[in-house]
């Protein structure tokens, strides 16, 4: 992506917002520091700034709402390629003895995997899929009487 495209995101958003960031990009910097660590306070710790007057600023702002929107969105579909990846292509463990490495395992989590589904398919998590209702992983045809 080239710089103006970057920056094309934060088009919209006050001088004002603006203003309390510095400047456009760090505006951006911050929006994509909050995808990263999933929360407008911790992006706003890391930040140094103080999350209170970082909110008033996204509720003052209706660009800022939809960017902070946007972006705490895009850090729950990294958390859940993280579950994904986890679960499917596992995760090295080290082996510690006496406080010295002694080797590594690769693991898998089925409770990534679990929880991945939960999230991304209605089967496991008991919502209505295509005109099914699914409880207790049993099938129920919903049927419509009129």
Partial sequence: MTQVSNLKVVEGISKQSISFFGTKKKVK?????????????????RSRLSPLEVQEVINNDVAMQKLASRSLKLALEIAEGILYDRA????TEETIVD??????????????LVNYLKANSGKYNNKSVAGTAISDNIDVEVVDFE
């Fill in 29 to 45: 910097e911050f929006f994509d520091l909050v995808a990263t660590c999933g929360s407008v306070a911790l992006a706003s710790s």
């Fill in 88 to 91: 499917v292509n596992g995760y």
């Fill in 99 to 112: 406080g010295v490495k002694t080797g590594e395992k690769k693991k898998y989590s089925d409770s990534c």
